[in-house]
């Protein structure tokens, strides 16, 4: 039996161009001939993502951070659970596999819930045993975090015109936003500059960023 592949996964707020560098890192890999495969999270086509779909429409409450965190983050888990079900096989047998958004999106939306730093220690230690645990899905080799400004990200969002509960709440976002920093340095991810100053970097140059990154760990775990 091969070993087991590698799990590469890139975090950022909404709007920071996660899906785009995704899928552009994907064919990047594949056009190398690399034996890869893309997933992401949460997976909208799947039942899972049920409770998922009811929580960002508003169902259990206009106010995402009134909505208690324990059970938000349960859905999510729960989605990705059922999902590493498609890819598992895959990804044991030593292929490569990219996920636009994983554990660390759970982590960063809901503990920014929390205001008081025992709470917030707390949640993460839950959550990080549920899911890594628990469920026993995979730690990902490599978590890039694409560092793009919340006022930037804004724009961006109003460009793509449609908003759920999380995205329509500017300041819950900068509180995102500020978990996500947080996450990154305490998890070790790799942290992609995606602006300079008040403008975005172009897609092409972040992605030849990430791309080098993830290079650096395919060579040196040869």
């Given at each position: 039996m091969l070993g087991l592949g590698k799990l590469v996964v890139i975090e950022g707020s909404d709007g920071s161009g996660k899906a785009t560098q995704?899928?552009?890192?994907?064919?990047?890999?594949?056009?190398?001939?690399?034996n890869v495969r893309r997933v992401s999270?949460?997976?909208?086509?799947?039942?899972s993502s049920a409770l998922i779909k009811m929580y960002?429409?508003?169902?259990?409450g206009g106010d995402a951070e009134?909505?208690?965190?324990?059970a938000a983050a349960t859905f999510y888990a729960v989605d990705r659970f059922a999902g590493y079900n498609e890819w598992k096989d895959f990804y044991r047998s030593g292929g490569l596999v990219l996920s636009d958004r994983y554990v660390g999106s759970n982590m960063a939306y809901q503990v920014a819930k929390f205001i008081r730093e025992r709470d917030r220690e707390e949640f993460l230690s839950w959550l990080d045993d549920l899911e890594f645990n628990r469920f026993q899905l995979p730690r990902p080799d490599m978590t890039i975090f694409l560092d793009m400004p919340p006022a930037i990200c804004a724009m961006l969002r109003k460009e793509r015109g449609r908003e759920d509960i999380h995205e329509a709440d500017a300041e819950y976002l900068l509180k995102t936003y500020n978990a996500y920093k947080e996450i990154a340095q305490r998890y070790g991810w790799r942290i992609v500059d995606c602006a300079v100053g008040?403008?975005?970097?172009?897609t092409t140059d972040i992605h030849e960023n990430i791309l080098a990154?993830?290079?650096e760990l395919l060579i040196n775990n040869r």
């Open positions: 995704t899928r552009k890192l994907y064919e990047r890999l594949r056009d190398l001939e690399a999270f949460p997976n909208y086509e799947s039942e960002l429409r508003g169902d259990f009134a909505v208690n965190p324990y008040n403008f975005a970097r172009s990154l993830v290079e």
